[in-house]
């Protein structure tokens, strides 16, 4: 009875301490739950601020003023000589212009005789007027002598100011458009012939010193030669240093320093990679400087390590009980790794490439060391052409004064941003439709 009663004594004094027990952990839980959502909503908050600041400023970007104007291709202007027949170069040198000035003078009605009113033009029209007037009659001779309607882009002054990104509110002495032009502005808005329109040269131009005539079409082109040079040099390398390191080499001291060193590659700033490529590249191998093979080798192995370390953890994944089954149905141990292993392996390889391929994309540290930070205007027509890159080209815009720029700036990183997400859906896609399949 007595030892009943002891026992009965001290499980009913145990049982208030176990209570408070389980509320302190609960309690724990409940605050990491919440530190954890706390974390999470940060995170998501300077996402979102960021977002919002790169859209706000960029999205203009997507949009150019242009001026409509009837175009007169007056011959005594552009072939005065009438050598465009015997001299292909007869039409280059034309004073194309003028022919925008006059056109635009028509259009305001403006006294020719006042030069007051003329100087005032100055700075209204875009100085490409030169090259887009050239590129018409080049493509079609037979323009000469006619008038033809012409969008002729807007200067980059005007351009911001017809997007309200200029306070005109302030002293006109304290912005760069002058009341004058403002009035002119209001004028062709309500005739029709200024308006704004999709700017499909910030896909198609090359880098230039205006504003409202660069693009990021080279910097694409640079961008592509380099990433399809990353994914046909090191995706079969380390997908077979994986293989191999995983599935065939012994256990040393030898395989045990690669490892190391692959992880300690994967951490190496990516400027050390520009560094490597400078000196092995373009110094030693004689390679062209701003050239986008050159970009891709350096990106090909600063990409290496990480998909390395991306397809040996796929690998390792896949079920021991897998290659057991296949070495004991009698396949060779090379069967087994690339009729059973590697296809089960495969979502996590082309996760970690793509992963891989993204990161590189967005570099720049690397590439400004190996001199594609070039003014490249051109086109280039092979990987061994000068080229430039879409961080690249942003890295250059964010150094200009004019503030256009910084517009165009913000557009080329919504771009690069809408290729990241693009290749990180790839790699969920992908990864999942290769997981449906077994």
Excluded: C
Excluded at 211 to 238: D, Q
């Amino acid at each position: 009875m007595t030892d009943f009663t002891m026992g009965t004594a001290v499980g009913a004094s145990a049982a208030p301490r176990r209570d408070i027990g389980l509320k302190r952990r609960y309690a724990a839980e409940k605050r990491f739950r919440i530190m954890g959502l706390l974390a999470i909503s940060v995170g998501l908050v300077f996402l979102a601020v960021m977002l919002v600041s790169i859209v706000s400023k960029g999205y203009t970007a997507f949009w150019q003023t242009t001026v409509t104007l009837q175009v007169d291709f007056n011959e005594a202007i552009i072939d005065p000589n009438n050598k465009r027949a015997t001299d292909q170069n007869a039409l280059m040198a034309a004073n194309y212009p003028k022919l925008a000035e006059d056109a635009l003078i028509a259009k305001l009605g403006i006294d020719r005789d006042d030069k007051a009113q003329v100087r005032k033009l100055k700075g209204f029209l875009s100085d490409g007027v030169r090259a887009q007037l050239r590129d018409i009659v080049l493509a079609d001779p037979a323009v000469i002598g006619t008038t033809r309607s012409v969008d002729v882009l807007a200067s980059a002054n005007i351009d911001s100011a017809y997007k309200g990104q200029i306070d005109l509110g302030v002293d006109e002495s304290r912005r760069k458009v002058s009341d004058q032009q403002v009035e002119w502005m209001r004028q062709l808005s309500a005739d029709g012939a200024m308006a704004e329109h999709f700017n499909t040269g910030l896909f198609t131009y090359g880098a230039s010193s205006r504003p409202e005539t660069s693009g990021v079409g080279v910097a694409i082109i640079g961008s592509v030669y380099m990433m399809v040079i990353v994914l046909l040099l090191a995706l079969p390398i380390g997908v077979a240093a994986s293989i191999y390191l995983e599935e065939f080499a012994k256990k040393s001291r030898l395989t045990d320093l690669i490892e190391v060193n692959i992880n300690n590659l994967a951490a190496v700033p990516s400027i050390v990679f520009g560094l490597l490529g400078l000196a092995v590249f373009i110094n030693f191998m004689g390679l062209p400087r701003s050239a986008a093979f050159v970009g891709g080798l350096v990106l090909t192995l600063m990409t290496l390590p990480t998909i390395i370390i991306a397809t040996r953890a796929a690998l390792a994944a896949v079920p021991p009980s897998i290659r057991s089954a296949a070495l004991g149905l009698g396949a060779s141990k090379m069967q087994m790794v690339f009729q059973h292993v590697l296809p089960l392996a495969t979502p996590g390889i082309l996760t970690g490439t793509i992963i891989g391929l993204a990161r590189a994309l967005g570099e720049t540290a690397p590439l400004l060391l190996i001199g594609m930070v070039a003014f490249v205007a051109d086109y280039p027509k092979t990987p061994f052409d000068p080229a430039t890159a879409l961080p690249v080209q942003i890295y250059m815009w964010a150094n200009e004064a004019e503030r256009a720029f910084v517009e165009r700036m913000s557009g080329a990183i919504i771009i690069l941003l809408i290729f990241l997400m693009a290749m990180n859906i790839t790699a969920i896609v992908l990864r999942r439709r290769f997981e449906r399949r077994w």
